[in-house]
């Protein structure tokens, strides 16, 4: 299983906001531990969802070239669930970019269904970290082709995929 | 141009938000990190929520600067603010209340420089940006 806890994104406009959907499938082996008889989406992966929609938007403003990672959950309200069919759409929108990183405002729905909302703080890391050990952005945060997400929408459109 | 008063009621709320502290918690001479448990991010979030709910840009470095002490500065010697770096943090922190860096000169440890860092600091740096 990779990491990857968004589907596709079906708006993505640099600099201001972004959103993507996660489709939920009984398929994954942790809906039948999570839990046993009420298959639910976990809130923890939904809020990787979120912030992997909203690292991606913020890496997107310095063109993948900052080291971005989670630094802060300020505020994150469950507010109703996901199960097995749903789609759940994850919008991320850009509060505040710069050079020590960001700060999104997230929302998940189902439809019309408010699931959840919060905001999320994000760090840009020195790409020489502490302790001397180059940190690679493709090797990173937006690892185990993460960026992958991207080519979802161009395999739609029928276009090829980037290499990576 | 917003009073002392009405700057301070909205540090106090956007520190309630990112600290997640109560109300009655904060206070104007309230330490960020010892009193208010702030950690290193937080001040990257108080940052962001200050820029928002006062409409300004706060520079890098400006509002809570992140290495006060380069090696080599003769700013410090074993573990002890010098009297030069003394006059560095007045110079580099001229919104720290002046009475917070004299009781610092008195017991000068390095770890005592983050005291400098309250709420009225805070406020007195929005101020002197917002008149």
Known sequence: ?164 | MPSHDEIYEKVKATLIDALGVDDDEVTPTSRLKADLGAESIDFLDIVFRLEKNFGIKIPRNELFPESLFAADSGFAENGKVTEKGLGELRTKLPHADKAAIDKLALDPKVENVEDLFTVNMVVNFLASKLN
């Open chain 1, 1 to 164: 299983m990779r990491w990857i806890w968004i589907d596709r994104f079906v708006e993505f406009v640099n600099g201001s906001h972004a959103k993507a959907i996660k489709n939920v499938t009984l398929a994954e082996d942790h809906l039948h531990d999570h839990f046993p008889g009420f298959p639910v989406m976990p809130q923890s992966l939904m809020l990787e969802g979120m912030a992997q929609t909203g690292g991606i938007l913020l890496g997107k403003v310095n063109e993948f070239n900052r080291v971005v990672i989670l630094a802060k959950v300020p505020k994150m309200t469950f507010h109703s669930w996901a199960i097995p069919g749903d789609t759940l759409t994850y919008t991320a929108k850009l509060i505040d970019a710069r050079d020590e990183g960001g700060m999104v405002e997230v929302q998940a729905h189902v439809g019309e269904r408010l699931v959840a909302d919060g905001e999320i703080v994000f760090a840009h890391v020195d790409e020489n970290a502490e302790g001397g050990v180059k940190i690679d952005q493709k090797n990173f945060v937006f690892s185990m082709r993460l960026l992958g997400v991207m080519d979802v929408g161009k395999a739609g459109e029928g276009l090829p995929a980037s290499s990576q």
